[in-house]
């Protein structure tokens, strides 16, 4: 039980004064070579500001592990730490280069074919979702795939205001750190153990930050999201057929936690096509753009998605600890995510169209 405890303080407490140390040093680095995001029209801030924060997230996350793991024995899965390398370096080239998006999706779908092939990690189980528990190779692979790349995608198109991917990101590591106790899954508590310490000294860097303020960038957008594609597979590939409650709930559980990028891609997304536009062009009808217009702070705005996010999992709970089956969890769950994260945006811009 001691080690059980002690493996996963550690490597929250490792990338905790990681990134404490590391951070203004980056911000001075950024600064030097021109790293910043400059505003724009779709841009929110006023003044350049340092976009690699991410890097040092990823440094603090991976060398927190690295003591974890060297110290009490536990086996990682070094290809999955090597895809967020990878990704956290597409990140970064965006983040100087402004890749294309065709380019991304090339690369993303490459490094979770790898995921999939050599880890043996992909969407093979609905769980009872539907009545559907295993599903065939063909089906698989490409949904995995398509969820993966989805996944990653709309963790970084959240990133537009100050806190919301980084607050996101602690509170969604929370809740896998949690579910991975009732699992006894160890890759995810320690995964998230070291995520929830990299991001918290950087959410207050980056929210409450003046001298030392920095944006998490593409990079770092990257790699939460690779991170939370390991930490989905890693919970849906976990082996609970001895606990047919938590077996039947692995997937709800996810598509809860996930709610908000999920959704609010989604419904963007959605919007942009039927307007006659490309999926891909950037616009600020994002749900935090809308409440940003009201006149909402940044940080009162990342604190009221990540509520609406956190009543979806709460939501999704209540049927769980009902024991109710995994199709009745589902609906829940889809019925509060539209609820809570989709209706409100529209709610939002119907007052203020009334109020103009």
Known sequence: MIKDIAAPITAFIASFLIVILL?????????????????NARRL??????????????VAFIIGIFICAATFSITLPV????????????????????????????????????????????IDNLHGILGIYTLPDYISIPLTLFACVGLINS???????????????????????????????????????SLIGALIPFFTYNVFGKKNKMFIGDSGSHFLGIAFCILTLKTLNSNNAMNITIDNSVATFCLAVMAHPVMDTLRVMTMRICNGNSPFKADKT??????????????ATTLII??????????????????????????????????FIVTPYYIITNIKAKKA
């Open 23 to 39: 951070h203004p040093q980056l911000v001075k680095l950024a600064l030097r070579k021109d790293i910043v995001d400059k505003p």
């Open 45 to 58: 801030n006023r003044t350049p500001i340092p976009v690699l924060g991410g890097i040092g997230v990823f």
């Open 79 to 122: 290809v999955c730490l090597t895809a967020m390398a990878t990704m956290l370096a597409v990140g970064l080239m965006d983040d100087i280069k402004d890749l294309k998006p065709k380019t991304k999706f090339i690369i993303q779908a490459c490094i979770i074919a790898i995921i999939i092939f050599v880890c043996d990690m992909k």
């Open 155 to 193: 963790i970084n198109l959240i990133d537009g205001i100050d806190g919301l991917s980084s607050g996101y990101a602690i509170a969604a590591s929370i809740m896998f750190f949690i579910f991975g106790q009732v699992q006894g899954n160890i890759t995810n508590i320690i995964i998230s153990a």
């Open 286 to 299: 994002h749900l935090h753009h809308a409440i940003i217009n009201m006149g909402v702070s940044h940080l």
């Open 306 to 339: 990540i509520s609406l996010n956190m009543a979806v999992v709460v939501i999704w709970y209540a049927t769980f600890a009902a024991g109710l089956s995994a199709n009745i969890q589902f609906i829940a769950t889809l019925l509060s995510s539209i609820l």
